[in-house]
């Protein structure tokens, strides 16, 4: 599994799509934060993460698209097949390379919030009253970089799987866009309503299902500061069957 994870890393930076990917993820990472926080006049953070998901429709599949697809393309599948390694092995190398980069970009964009942390210093000397309360509220910061590790750990499960399943780098891209699309905004559905204002979705089975389902609806008491160890072990279960199907679709291409 090492082998595999450095060549990936290495093939990161070799390439170009690694400091691409970076350099997309921090300036619109920092864009966003400023347009949020300073412009905005607040220290409430809520808003950047929330807008971040939705970054991930596109950031997402730049990160995996190359994963397997180049593997194929370049007719290089079958060392991996017939490697000293298990497909396990093999699943997981490719999977925690993007997963370190993924984690790099995301640690690196926390400087955005530096700045808040001096203003609000700014604020405080700037005035005669003990204002404790001014100032970003660290612990919903710290809840929201882990949503958003969490989530990106398991969308990047998500899009590995679909670059298994494509030859090329750029249809593994569209396919996997189309499904964060769809994992991201099912909730959605649950706040449509109609002309009256109630629900278009009014059964409660069914508002269950989509809520359970969607990857956004568990995001929401991160932003709060609130540990959702029920949160978690979604994100977790997700990425594991994602990567489980990816081996499985080894093992049948190994021995079908």
Known sequence: MLAVYRKEMRSYFINPIGYIYLGIFLVFSALLCCYTTIISGTYNTSSYFSM????FIILIPILTMRLFAEERKMRTEQMLLTAPISLTGMVLGKYFAALTLFLGGVLLSCLNFLPLYVIASVERQGTSETLTHVG????????????????????????MLVSA?????????????????????????????????????????????????????RFSAFLNG???????????????????????????????
């Open 52 to 55: 971040m998901i939705f970054a």
């Open 165 to 217: 399943l494509t030859e090329n780098q750029l249809s593994a891209a569209v396919v996997t866009i189309g499904v964060i699309a769809a994992m991201v905004l099912l909730n959605m559905l649950n706040l449509l309503t109609d002309s009256d204002g109630q629900p278009l979705i009014s059964s409660f089975a069914v508002r269950s299902v989509i809520d359970w389902v969607s990857v956004l609806s």
């Open 226 to 256: 609130v540990f959702d160890y029920a949160a978690i072990l979604y994100y977790a279960s997700l990425s594991f069957i994602f990567v489980f199907l990816t081996v499985r679709v080894y093992e049948k291409r190994r021995w079908g």
């Open 136 to 159: 970003p509220v660290t612990g919903e910061i710290v809840g929201g970089v882990i949503a958003l590790c969490l989530l990106g750990a398991a969308l990047i499960a998500v899009g």
